[in-house]
């Protein structure tokens, strides 16, 4: 494929694997944002490529297992209430709630969609009339935009059965939240690509010029990370953090504007609840007033009994990067993708998952 | 979640535009890529174009990867 074969070079990746070794110097702690990086980076191996100078962690860019507790009630709660269609990505289906899951509520007769693109919950709004569609809404900034298109198109079509359930998430400010507590000491960020494609590298100025932390956002292919490795390194050799973009092809300083001014349009800033974290100002995104006919928190209010973390679960701190996968002792025994206890270990972003799927096969580094 | 692939543009039609997915033929919105000609490649994210990719800085990281990759063979 395009754009995408050509980042994948072994040799090259070995060659500067090597160049990254020849210039590190002392141990660094770096956090890969995104749960996209997190599988690429054990999928190629390449924590195993790096010299033991170089720590990876994996970060909260994973919207399915920073969905906090008492949001994930409340969209199953929202799928047990009668003429109530959930259209929702995939990953959330098996994620277990404090006392049950979409998955389990679908078992019992709730009608539980899994889609593609919140276009087709548009569809499915649009042929079922007589019911409420409720989409559920997390992701960051990648998804925000095509959420805000798809409440504009129900606008425009005059379909008035479509509703969004906000949980959306913003970037930025979690990483500052992150830095805040200084919990995991943090001595370089793998900036997330795709959520960068739309907001650009402004907004991560903050990183370096108020923390001393360099930021360098990456593509997801094998060389792509390990040239973004290479910068940080270089970069924390010589005490020069900095904001980079070593995603150039698809990413600009400024970003996507017709993207930002559809996600503006449509939502407002406002607190977000993040699962292992808890509430943080203004990292989430709320529907706005004009279009509150399409917002699921007043179309199909609930009020679940109070949520619980899954019992034994780490997912809270592996999404702060202060555990790694394997100090759950669930992990691989009790908690697995086939019966899974976190949605760390469901979603095809979440840590767990990674380690499941990579890390016995390839030999990864288990630190 | 964040996955977009990269895809290339066949055809537009309105805010829609007919793109080659590995073979595959799809049609997708461009809502949020209006800038989008035929021929670019543009990153595919649940049924959206989110991005125009940039043939030219695409070349230029190859050739950043091939330099900095020779330079540690001299050292
Ligand atoms: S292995 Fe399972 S139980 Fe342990 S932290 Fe991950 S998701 Fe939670």
Request: charged share 25%; with cysteine.
């Given at each position: 494929m395009k754009f995408v074969d050509e980042y994948q070079d072994s040799e090259l990746a070995h060659k500067l694997a090597r160049r990254i070794t020849a210039l590190s110097t002392k141990p660094v702690v770096l956090m890969e944002f995104c749960g996209g990086h997190t599988h690429a980076i054990l999928r190629y191996g390449i924590r195993q490529l790096l010299p033991d100078t170089v720590e990876m962690r994996s970060g909260p860019g994973c919207p399915v297992c920073v969905t906090a507790p008492a949001d994930l009630d409340k969209a199953i709660a929202i799928a047990y209430l009668p003429d109530t269609i959930i259209a929702t990505f995939?990953?959330?289906?098996?994620v277990p709630g404090s006392r049950s899951s979409l998955q389990q509520a679908k078992a019992e007769g709730a009608d539980v969609r899994i889609v593609y693109s919140a276009m087709d919950a548009v569809s499915i709004a649009e042929n079922n009339p007589e019911k409420s569609v409720v989409f559920?809404?997390?992701?960051f900034e990648t998804t925000a935009p095509t959420i805000a298109a798809s409440v504009l198109k129900a606008d425009e079509k005059g379909i008035s059965n479509f509703h969004v359930l906000s949980f959306h998430k913003l970037t930025p400010p979690v990483v500052k939240a992150l830095l805040n507590s200084g919990e995991t000491k943090l001595d370089g960020i793998i900036g997330p690509g795709h959520v960068s494609v739309v907001i650009g590298s402004q907004p991560y100025q903050f990183i370096s010029e108020d923390y001393g932390v360099g930021c360098v956002i990456s593509g997801f292919e094998p060389l792509d990370i390990l040239l973004t490795g290479d910068n940080l390194v270089e970069q924390i050799e010589k005490g020069e953090p900095r904001v980079e973009i070593a995603y150039p092809r698809g990413v600009?300083?400024?970003?996507n504007k017709q993207a930002l001014k559809l996600m503006q349009q449509v939502f407002d800033v406002g607190e977000a609840n993040w699962r292992g974290i808890g509430i943080v100002p203004e990292s989430g995104l709320k529907i706005r007033a004009e279009y509150a006919r399409f917002d699921a928190d007043i179309a199909s209010p609930v009020s679940p009994e109070p949520a619980k973390e899954p019992e034994g679960c780490r997912c809270g701190d592996v999404v702060r990067g202060a555990?790694?996968?394997?100090?759950?002792?669930?992990?691989?025994?009790?908690?697995?993708?086939?019966?899974?206890?976190?949605p760390c270990m469901v979603s095809n972003e979440g840590a767990c998952a990674a380690y499941y799927k990579y890390a016995s096969d390839n030999g990864a580094r288990y630190d | 979640m964040c996955l977009a692939v990269p895809v290339k543009v066949i055809s537009i039609n309105g805010d829609e535009a007919e793109v080659d997915a590995s073979g595959v033929k799809r049609r997708v919105s461009i809502v949020l890529t209006p800038e989008v000609n035929v021929g670019d490649y543009v990153l595919l994210y649940t049924g959206y174009a989110i991005g125009v990719l940039d043939q030219n800085e695409a070349q230029e990281t190859l050739n950043l990867l091939e330099e900095i990759a020779d330079f540690s063979e001299i050292r």
């Open positions: 995939g990953d959330m289906v098996k559920i809404g997390i992701g600009k300083p400024e970003g555990a790694n996968p394997l100090e759950c002792k669930l992990f691989g025994k009790v908690c697995t993708p086939e019966s899974p206890v976190g | -």
